[in-house]
């Protein structure tokens, strides 16, 4: 579904009914290959939200993961990540057979050992695709020769980017060959030439990866439920939209940045958070109308039915921190397109079926782009307690209707290990904590019930339109099943629920909550 079909339906979601979803990320799926998939266990989840009364499922971004395992570090801004891929639904098309799969990691039920599954499904998808192009029907090869000239302005770049990489042992493109790095010389084709299969096998796995995503998408729609998407502000250096264009990143001649994004001291660190993207070169995407940008939400609009726009905030300023930096103490805010980026993609695609990520240092000028547009923000009931800045709004009985409502996000920990905590994850202090609890114990009416469907009851009550609560608050998990901790280069996104965990009496009491509230 294009954008410009299901616009008018999803204006900012400002015009949402009353809804409830869950953020649950597809690598949490339960299975038999060491990582969630986009297989039978997504499908029994679909089915779950809808018994449960949910209107949508939100999710981090699918791109394929790169430095620490993280979605929001990625090999491309536009190529799904091929980890997701079905074996279950390879093997019942015949594309893989049981001997193809053999070797599958034993990790834990509970957490995804990306050491051991990254190697072994790269392994099978690269069987796969021999296996497809050996026994593919005319009809099939054309689906995939249409795929790859429809995506062509991300697929090739990625697909050759992916090949180099694996050859060259995982090293960052900034450590290759030069002819691999500069990719413009006689040898570089004739490089091309010798590793056609591998860049094929590429350009196959993005193929299966979106026919799956679609028809997992559509399986959702049909049931009433829409899927949020989430596109980080930045790509990660080492990927293949730097790679392929260097001109538009801030680096210098051997493509090494010479300015990284960050934000200063928060919640999280009290010396701030280095994220060490290259900083884009604003004026020369201004120069060809923000072409790369259109093109990366006309992509994401294709996949999705709603966007969260990760760190909103960048977009009207950003925090630049000097290469070499070891904490992101030492930037400075530096202006960001503004409005004129949302201007001109509103031009090209209609209105835009966002919400913005405004959590953080917000300015006046950050809050005038998003009501400017329509775009709902956040509130983190976590937030409401403790010292944030923003606590007070965070607080449900000073909430919008134009507002999308979590107990907490994916930076967070869960409401019960949040709950539990003595600190250590954030800047609090053993009295700041205290004063928390004390604070949630009085404003939640704490009796019996616990920390996390109290916190569930209380957003779900209140006045904004849009609410989504983290599988794992649902599921009444503590700090093992965190997502991500700011700061950490390891150890996260790794949760997985396990199987049988999503039973009919809690989508029975998230549906008796849903009808109650009028969602």
Not at 362 to 379: L, S, Y
Request: a negative charge; hydrophobic letters at 40%; aromatic letters at 14%.
């Amino acid at each position: 579904m294009l954008a410009q079909d299901h616009a008018s339906d999803y204006c900012g979601l400002v015009q949402f009914p009353r809804t409830s979803g869950i953020l649950l990320h597809p690598t949490s799926f339960p299975g038999q290959f060491g990582i969630g998939e986009l297989g039978p266990a997504a499908y029994e989840f679909v089915d779950f939200l809808q018994y449960a009364g949910q209107k949508l499922w939100q999710v981090l971004p699918l791109n394929p993961t790169g430095y620490g395992d993280s979605p929001y570090q990625t090999f491309s801004a536009f190529a799904g990540n091929p980890l997701l891929i079905s074996f279950d639904d390879l093997l019942q098309r015949g594309v893989l057979h049981r001997g193809d799969i053999a070797g599958a990691p034993r990790s834990q039920e509970d957490q995804v050992d990306f050491g051991a599954v990254i190697p072994y499904k790269q392994k099978v998808l690269a069987t796969a695709a021999k296996n497809f192009f050996a026994s593919a029907t005319a009809q099939q090869r054309g689906e995939f020769e249409r795929f790859c000239t429809e995506n062509a302005h991300w697929l090739t770049d990625y697909a050759l980017f992916m090949t180099a990489k694996i050859q060259q042992g995982g090293a960052m493109w900034t450590e290759w060959p030069m002819a691999q790095r500069m990719h413009r010389s006689i040898a570089w084709q004739e490089w091309c030439d010798r590793m056609h299969n591998q860049i094929t096998a590429h350009r196959y796995a993005e193929f299966e990866f979106f026919r799956q995503w679609e028809r997992l998408r559509r399986y959702a729609n049909e049931r009433g439920i829409r899927i949020m998407g989430d596109m980080p502000m930045y790509v990660a250096l080492d990927s293949s939209d730097v790679w392929a264009h260097p001109e538009r990143f801030c680096l210098d001649e051997e493509g090494h940045p010479t300015k990284v994004a960050g934000v200063p001291p928060d919640y999280f660190s009290a010396t701030g958070q280095l994220w060490g993207n290259p900083i884009y070169r604003w004026d020369m995407m201004k120069r060809d109308g923000y072409a790369w940008w259109v093109a990366r939400f006309t992509a994401a609009l294709k996949r999705f039915d709603v966007l969260r726009l990760d760190h909103f905030r960048g977009y009207e300023a950003y925090w630049e921190i000097p290469a070499g930096e070891t904490t992101a103490v030492n930037g400075q805010w530096v202006p960001g397109p503004g409005a004129e980026l949302f201007e001109v993609l509103q031009k090209k695609l209609g209105e835009l079926p966002v919400i913005a990520e405004n959590l953080g240092v917000i300015t006046p000028e950050v809050e005038a782009i998003r009501t400017r547009f329509g775009f709902p923000g956040m509130a983190l009931l976590q937030f409401a307690f403790g010292n944030d800045p923003q606590g007070p709004s965070f607080r449900p009985h000073n909430y919008v209707r134009e507002l999308v409502a979590y107990t907490g996000g994916h930076d967070n920990d869960t409401a019960v290990g949040w709950w539990t905590s003595t600190g250590g994850d954030s800047t609090r202090t053993e009295e700041d904590i205290k004063k928390e609890h004390d604070f949630a114990r009085a404003y939640l009416g704490l009796c019996d019930q616990p920390i996390n469907w109290a916190m569930i009851r209380a957003v779900e009550a209140s006045i904004a339109n849009t609410v989504i609560i983290p599988l794992q608050d649902v599921l009444g998990l503590g700090s093992e099943a965190r997502m991500n901790l700011p700061g950490s280069t390891s150890g996260c996104w790794g949760w997985r629920y396990r199987a049988g965990a999503l039973t009919d009496e809690m989508a029975r009491r998230l549906r008796t909550m849903v009808e109650v509230y009028d969602r």
